[in-house]
């Protein structure tokens, strides 16, 4: 029997089950964050993180394309993503709309249309959403998404590129990895309390962008270390230790000109490391932990529920206010977040997969080098 050529071969893509279980943490900072634990739960550095997660998944999976792969899997690749970014989105604003709509009778149509676009967070920045029955706009929550379509028009097409020479996308990363920061440093320098008090570092694409570049050059690392001796060069345990003790240090120093400057590029560096680890070989119970079942199922839902969560911060303050702490705002906002999320999921996976098509590559390397030893 002839072997098929590794283009002709069912797509394996790399998959990690550690990453899912990563998004579920993070995403869980975020809904803390935004309940009556905001006090005690970064949920800053859980957007950071799904940043970095982002950056992360999507040049990983174009830089472990063969470079004889056909452009047509780029199409698809382009197409899916596409598709299960848009179509969640579409949703989420659809049922926002009606739901305030019913109880207020009126939506703000052109400010949803905004926040869904690449300009949504200057929008944030500038404008300001419109607050309506004193809850916060749903499109408010949408910033970090306008700076992931920047991701992918900047990286996509150079990843497909650079699957057969890695010089280009490294440079590449590498630039957007340090120049937001300079940038940020020369804001504060300049006149900290303009800045700072316009929210322009922590939401504008060009401020936090490197955030997903970290994640890009974490893609590259563990593409080559699934093709090379790299891997077992690498200790799991100390990058676990030392994203963990640069993740205290970016926590522990409340100073305002380093948390909107070097902070960022601290926690990135933290999460990037954090996020390698689990990809290299060895067994430590840190990485039974991060594929833990019901884990990566909260992991698999990070995206919905980071819309969702919003919607029930919504829901909960039209009804009862502002006060985190009451119960019945909680009693709202947990069930209305866990609900609506899985339900968008559940309501959306097959329409999306029929919609934009599998779009798997196949890998690199001929064993299944992504997943968990």
């Known amino acids: 029997m002839v072997e098929p050529r590794i283009e002709d071969r069912d797509p394996q893509p790399l998959y990690f089950a550690a990453l899912d279980g990563w998004r579920g943490l993070f995403v869980l900072l975020i809904v803390l964050g935004h309940s009556r634990l905001s006090s005690f739960v970064p949920g800053g550095l859980g957007v950071t993180a799904l940043m970095v997660a982002s950056g992360f998944t999507v040049t990983i999976s ?18 899916r993503r596409l598709v299960r970014l848009i179509l969640p989105l579409v949703l989420y604003l ?5 739901f305030l709509w019913m109880v207020e009778g009126r939506a703000n149509f052109g400010e949803f249309l905004i926040g869904a676009g690449p300009t949504g967070n200057y929008y944030k920045i500038f404008v300001g959403y419109e607050r309506i029955g004193g809850a916060p706009s749903p499109a408010h929550v949408l910033w970090p998404l306008s700076i992931l379509e920047l991701w992918y028009l900047l990286v996509i097409p150079l990843a497909w590129l650079s699957r057969s020479a890695r010089g280009p996308a490294l440079i590449l990363l590498t630039a957007l990895c340090v120049v937001p920061l300079l940038a940020r440093v020369a804001l504060l320098m300049s ?25 890009g050059l974490v893609a590259i690392a ?24 640069l993740m205290v240090v970016s926590l522990a ?121």
């Open 62 to 79: 174009l830089l472990s394309v063969p470079s004889t792969v056909e452009a047509r899997y780029l199409q698809q690749y382009v197409r």
């Open 94 to 98: 659809s049922i926002s709309a009606i």
């Open 191 to 215: 006149d900290s309390e303009k800045w700072l008090e316009l929210d322009y570092i922590y939401a504008a694409s060009e401020m936090r962008i490197d955030s997903f570049a970290w994640g």
């Open 222 to 245: 563990v593409s080559h270390s699934t093709s090379s001796m790299l891997g077992t060069k690498v200790s799991a345990r100390w990058l676990v230790l030392v994203g963990f003790a």
């Open 253 to 373: 120093i409340r100073r305002p000109e380093f948390r909107e400057s070097i902070r960022y590029t601290t926690q990135s560096i933290s999460l990037a490391l954090l996020m390698y680890a689990p990809t290299l070989p060895g067994s430590h119970w840190w990485k039974s932990l991060l594929a833990w079942s019901s884990l990566v199922k909260v992991g698999k839902l990070a995206y919905p529920l980071f819309l969702y969560h919003w919607f029930a911060v919504v829901v909960a303050t039209v009804w009862f206010g502002t006060g985190r702490g009451n119960l019945a705002w909680q009693l709202v906002y947990w069930p209305t977040a866990a609900a609506m999320a899985a339900a968008s999921h559940f309501l959306l996976s097959g329409i999306a997969g029929r919609l934009g098509g599998e779009a798997k590559f196949p890998c690199r390397s001929s064993v299944d080098a992504g997943r968990l030893p």
